[in-house]
């Protein structure tokens, strides 16, 4: 897509939510493009704005990382170990099937406030990056696996040439797709713990004192970070199968 197509979405859409805006008429329900924009400006001018900031992005990606970490170790277990695989399983489809909120408002009770957003992002990834460990392995070629029998090859041979190769798209896909649900519940960890500086602070304060302009613009500065994470990830592990 050009510069100039790009230009004309953004301002078709600018004029919807122009639109939107001039039928609801009332500032306190929904904002205008040129309010939430002032918003934006006037918080990118105060020093907690990237504080808060850094600190949310801080914390999804230590929650991503830890979670990417124990899926790929946990799944890999799970697929060499049968037993290993038959206790874990119940344990990670409970964590992927239970709403988000429940391990929030449970963590609240464990956990500080300023590790929650941590522990959700990490409980977010690790079912993902295990089910892409255990379908790359499943996939491996089986005449590839005959091979390495015929030859003899040792593990560490086994790991290095076949399943590893086989692993890398897989591992890609989930890690960016992790990305993505993890900030998203990390946000949400956010309003509901309310860590100090925090976006998901910044959004409860802004909804409290009907600051609408200020929300939109904080819900804008999600997406933006959202978007950078995930593309900083992609930049990371390559292009390629992503």
Do not use: C, H
């Not at 704005?49 to 929650?63: D, E, H, M, N, P």
């Not at 991503?64 to 206790?87: E, P, R, S, W, Y």
């Amino acid at each position: 897509m050009t510069w100039i197509k790009r230009a004309g979405v953004i301002l078709f859409w600018l004029a919807v939510w122009q639109a939107a805006y001039m039928l609801i008429g009332s500032d306190i329900i929904f904002a205008s493009p040129a309010d939430t924009i002032a918003a934006l400006v006037r918080l990118m001018g105060t020093g907690e704005f990237y504080a808060v900031i850094g600190l949310s992005f801080l914390r999804t990606a230590a929650g991503f990382l830890a979670g990417a970490l124990t899926g790929f170790v946990l799944g890999g277990l799970a697929a060499g170990i049968g037993t290993a695989k038959a206790l874990l399983k119940p344990v990670i489809d409970i964590v992927r099937a239970a709403p988000v909120a429940s391990f929030i408002i449970l963590a609240l009770v464990w956990i500080k406030t300023g590790f929650i957003p941590v522990f959700i992002s990490f409980l977010t990834v690790t079912p993902i990056v295990w089910s892409a460990v255990l379908t790359g392995l499943d996939n491996t070629d089986l005449k590839l696996l005959e091979m390495a029998k015929v030859f003899e090859y040792s593990r560490i041979t086994k790991i290095r040439k076949l399943y590893i190769p086989t692993l890398i798209p897989y591992i890609k896909t989930a890690m960016v797709t992790g990305a993505g649900f993890a900030f998203k519940s990390g946000v949400a960890a956010e309003i509901i713990a309310s860590p100090e500086l925090s976006i998901g602070r910044s959004l409860q304060e802004a909804r409290i004192y009907f600051e609408t302009a200020e929300l939109l613009a904080w819900t804008a500065v999600i997406i933006v970070l959202s978007m950078i994470f995930e593309k900083l990830l992609i930049r990371a592990v390559g292009r390629k199968n992503v």
